[in-house]
């Protein structure tokens, strides 16, 4: 049984350009979460996708954006890169009802903005 | 809003000492608790949990009580092993709405032979 993955693993970026990365959930989850974790820091919630829909975000400007796709894979759009925006940027899959879901984490994507 | 303080790092031990991290939090009504683990160059791993009150979180050797007084919910390990390396982050998550997870900072621990 195939945990979530993430591609790439790594990344490098110029600022003002766009990136694309890449989730697919576990088997059997429905719900996928974005993070982005900053060195030496934790991870910072940026969205989350349910039936195709952003249904709840965090504090993050609108050049983040996503999509979920009907198999329930996702992608996390970054436009105009900043400097700032260099972290290690975490998927997590999940599935069951609001209040007892746990969170299963992948491997991660290494942004590197230059 | 929400939020998790745990204790900075590294926290550097000797293999087979004793571990304490402390976390405390702040949040609205009585969040789940969480304790992750990330080992170099990986994502995270859920460790342990508590969803309520005086719940007791165990896995691989560690613990951590949910108390609701102090709003703590450290993390203890009564032997550490040089595998145990690692950082270890902190979470909460909110029991209402579509909720997610709050981190803290994260603390490292460095076990030496």
């Known amino acids: 049984d195939a945990g979530v993955t993430q591609s790439p693993t790594h990344l490098i970026k110029t600022r003002g350009q766009q990136v694309t990365l890449r989730c697919s959930p576990k088997?059997?989850?429905?719900?996928v979460s974005w993070y982005q974790q900053a060195l030496g820091q934790g991870p910072q919630f940026i969205f989350q996708y349910y039936e195709e829909e952003e249904r709840q975000r965090g504090n993050f400007p609108d050049r983040f954006s996503g999509h979920q796709f009907p198999n329930y894979s996702s992608e996390l759009n970054v436009n105009a890169l900043l400097l700032g925006d260099s972290a290690l940027y975490l998927c997590?899959?999940?599935?069951?009802?609001?209040?007892?879901?746990?969170?299963?984490f992948g491997p991660g994507t290494r942004l590197t903005v230059t | 809003g929400d939020s998790v303080t745990q204790m900075e790092g590294p926290v550097t031990l000797s293999e087979e000492a004793f571990l304490t991290i402390n976390c405390t939090y702040t949040?609205?009504?009585?969040?789940?608790l969480f304790w992750y683990v990330q080992y170099p160059g990986e994502g995270l791993q859920l460790l342990l949990k508590a969803t309520k009150a005086d719940d007791k979180g165990s896995n691989k050797g560690f613990e951590a009580t949910y108390r609701k007084e102090t709003t703590s919910f450290h993390l203890e390990k009564g032997s550490v092993q040089v595998s145990d390396s690692a950082v270890y982050f902190c979470a909460l998550r909110a029991n209402s709405g579509y909720s997610t997870l709050t981190f803290g900072k994260g603390t490292m621990l460095l076990v030496s032979p």
């Open positions: 949040a609205t009504g009585y969040p789940s």
């Open positions: 088997s059997g989850h429905d719900t």
């Open positions: 997590a899959s999940s599935s069951g009802d609001r209040w007892t879901y746990e969170q299963y």
